[in-house]
């Protein structure tokens, strides 16, 4: 069956970085865009970042641009998050994705069909 396994979360001070991989089987990766989501205390789930498929174009959120750097590495199904310069605001649980969404839909949860469970991430002040 899908499975998407995230990893990597922790606790940061402001400032630092951290680096959540995904983890993916059951699929064909390589035919699937990736993302990653977030998802902090009575807020709705948050665009982060995603790669295409066809072409590794990507895309941010405006809140993590320059910070964060999405990437995959097709050879062992997986998927990164590097997340640099970490505010408070940043702390949430962070979701993989992986989906065949068009263009428009890249940034949005429904463009997504298979998810993993989710890693926290919390950043001290």
């Known amino acids: 069956q899908v499975q998407l396994i995230e990893s990597g979360g922790g606790l940061v001070q402001a400032g630092g970085s951290l680096r959540l991989t995904c983890t993916a089987s059951g699929f064909t990766f390589n035919t699937h865009s990736l993302a990653w989501f977030r998802q902090a205390p009575g807020k709705e789930r948050e665009f982060v970042a995603a790669v295409r498929w066809s072409n590794s174009v990507t895309f941010y959120g405006d809140p993590v641009k320059g910070r964060f750097t999405i990437s995959r590495e097709n050879a062992k199904n997986t998927v990164y998050l590097q997340m640099n310069s970490l505010k408070p605001e940043d702390a949430a649980v962070y979701f993989c994705?992986?989906?065949?969404?068009?263009?428009?839909?890249?940034?949005?949860?429904?463009?997504?069909?298979?998810w993993g469970q989710g890693t926290q991430v919390t950043v001290s002040s």
């Open positions: 994705a992986a989906g065949n969404p068009i263009i428009s839909t890249i940034r949005t949860a429904q463009g997504f069909n298979y």
